[in-house]
């Protein structure tokens, strides 16, 4: 089972995708959370406590990964960091493109395509997975060239990942709307 997270910020879609997983991992399977974000300042680092509490007790073993998705399956030195048949949570999409998009300062305009092909051969190989994303496209003002490009490059990435994926879920205020499949 593979399901597809989106909504605005703060509207509860962390705790609905961890509570997803985490019944998904309800038979035993190994559950995993992807951390993507590389904080930048205290906000992040504030962000990144209030998701480690929300989750504590839950079993989740942590996995820092903000780039190469599908690396955590692959066999890299003989060995996965993580096993297939488990449960994945990976939250968040958006802060992962941000990673490929502005690596180390530099700017990378096709990174939508990247992320979308890491998430596609991560897809694959994972039998079970949450992807958390953010829903950034109801702003109507035109932003500058590099805003622009990452909306668009996100919502390529939403996308294929919506087509893949078995469900698809909205959170609005806190209320699921399931758009694709059933959960």
């Given at each position: 089972?593979?399901i597809?997270?989106s909504?605005?910020a703060?509207?509860?879609k962390?705790?609905?995708?961890?509570n997803?997983?985490?019944?998904?991992a309800a038979?035993?399977?190994?559950?995993?959370?992807?951390?993507?974000?590389i904080?930048?300042?205290?906000?992040?680092?504030?962000?990144?406590?209030?998701?480690?509490?929300?989750?504590d007790g839950?079993?989740?073993?942590?996995?820092?990964?903000?780039?190469?998705i599908?690396?955590?399956?692959?066999p890299?030195d003989?060995?996965?960091?993580a096993?297939p048949?488990?449960?994945?949570?990976?939250d968040s999409?958006?802060a992962?493109?941000?990673?490929?998009m502005?690596?180390?300062g530099?700017y990378?305009p096709?990174?939508?395509?990247?992320?979308a092909?890491?998430l596609?051969?991560?897809?694959?190989?994972?039998?079970?997975a949450?992807f958390?994303?953010d829903?950034i496209?109801?702003?109507?003002?035109r932003?500058?060239?590099?805003?622009?490009?990452?909306?668009?490059?996100?919502?390529l990435v939403?996308?294929?990942?919506?087509?893949?994926?078995?469900?698809?879920c909205?959170?609005?205020?806190?209320?699921v709307?399931?758009?694709?499949?059933t959960i």
């Open positions: 089972m593979k597809f997270v909504g605005g703060k509207n509860g962390s705790s609905f995708a961890q997803k997983a985490a019944e998904l038979d035993g399977r190994p559950l995993y959370y992807i951390a993507t974000m904080p930048t300042d205290d906000e992040d680092r504030a962000r990144i406590r209030r998701h480690v509490e929300d989750r839950m079993g989740f073993i942590t996995l820092e990964q903000p780039r190469d599908a690396g955590l399956l692959e890299g003989g060995e996965r960091r096993d048949s488990g449960v994945f949570l990976l999409v958006t992962l493109l941000a990673n490929e502005f690596r180390d530099a990378d096709e990174a939508g395509e990247k992320v092909e890491d596609t051969r991560f897809c694959a190989l994972a039998e079970h949450v958390v994303s829903y496209y109801s702003e109507a003002r932003f500058d060239e590099f805003t622009e490009n990452y909306r668009r490059s996100l919502a939403d996308r294929r990942l919506a087509a893949l994926c078995d469900a698809v909205e959170v609005c205020y806190g209320t709307l399931c758009r694709k499949g």
